[in-house]
């Protein structure tokens, strides 16, 4: 059965940070091209970052970019999302997902607010 079990999200200050993690099971992690994304109250789900297979290309979406820093570690099949300067429209659910979507977990809830 193929997991992907988001963590590391809670309620942080603006400007704050926080590093999400997701641990996959029941695929080949190491061989799948991985993703971001987010859906906000009341928004449309909003890619953020994709990592190569190595982890040695990634790419972000402008909204992101230079904030937020997409990494995994293939020995023990775990995506994460360093987020840095947090800021009151981050609130969002987190999800890791599978380049191609055909996998996606529960999401975990980050919400910044003071």
């Known amino acids: 059965e193929v997991q992907l079990a988001e963590s590391g999200g809670g309620l942080v200050q603006p400007g704050g940070s926080l590093r999400l993690a997701c641990a996959a099971s029941g695929f080949t992690f190491s061989t799948s091209v991985m993703k971001w994304v987010r859906q906000g109250p009341g928004k449309e789900v909003e890619w953020l970052a ?64 003071s």
């Open 50 to 113: 994709r990592i190569s297979t190595f982890g040695s290309t990634t790419v972000y979406a402008d909204s992101v970019k230079g904030r937020f820093t997409i990494s995994r570690d293939n020995t023990k099949n775990t995506l994460y999302l360093q987020m840095n300067s947090l800021k009151p429209e981050d609130t969002a659910m987190y999800y890791c997902s599978t380049a191609d979507g055909s996998y996606r977990g529960q999401g975990t809830q980050v919400t910044i607010s």
